[in-house]
């Protein structure tokens, strides 16, 4: 049932969320530019594509014992959502958070929003991967909340970097997809 059910989100995603062009013409949130690019929130936020890939990364958060799941604003706040809901269906309650890209600025005055706790374990989710620099902040918050995240969870790994620049953390990195599942590289 996994395979037929990430077979179809690697479906979902060429459809709704790959973009291909002849040159480099998108530039990526670490700056760089690609011939590529992966808009993964028609596919975050589509009924079918949400539920695939909530299944799919909490079998991985279950794997490893995760009670707290959250990411950057804003690529992984519907991640997070159908992650925790879906935790709850199956009674493997997974908890969560997200990691503001700054501070806000009255109320609570709050960085991470939801539910985290110190001493608890909790893994950081993400649409798609480049460098790692979104997902390694919101590590580093998690963190200095008290959290011990050893695990990023993406749907897709461009595999430019973010794996060892984790590993430097100490946080290893698994993805769903690489863009050689999509005949990209």
């Known amino acids: 049932m996994m395979r037929r059910l990430r077979d179809r989100l690697r479906e979902l995603i060429a459809e709704r969320a790959l973009q ?20 993964l929130k028609p596919v975050t936020l589509h009924p079918e594509g949400s539920a695939a890939i909530a299944e799919l990364m909490l079998e991985r958060l279950v794997e490893l014992e995760v009670e ?27 908890q969560g958070f997200y990691v503001r890209k700054e501070r806000k600025s009255r109320g609570t ?49 461009r595999r430019e970097g973010a794996g060892e620049a984790l590993a430097e953390h100490g946080v290893r990195l698994y993805s769903i997809f690489t863009p050689e599942d999509f005949g990209l590289g």
């Open 109 to 157: 005055e709050r960085l991470i929003e939801g539910n985290l706790r110190a001493g608890a374990s909790a893994a950081v989710l993400e649409d798609v991967t480049t460098t790692g620099g979104s997902a390694l902040r919101a590590v580093e918050a998690a963190r200095r909340a008290g959290a011990r995240v050893e695990a990023v969870v993406c749907v897709v790994d």
């Open 68 to 94: 707290f799941a959250g990411g950057p604003e804003s690529g992984a706040i519907p991640i997070v959502a159908s992650v925790c809901t879906l935790s709850h269906l199956k009674g493997t309650p997974v």
């Open 20 to 39: 291909v062009a002849e040159e480099e013409r998108f530039e990526l949130a670490s700056g760089r530019r690609s011939r590529y690019f992966f808009d």
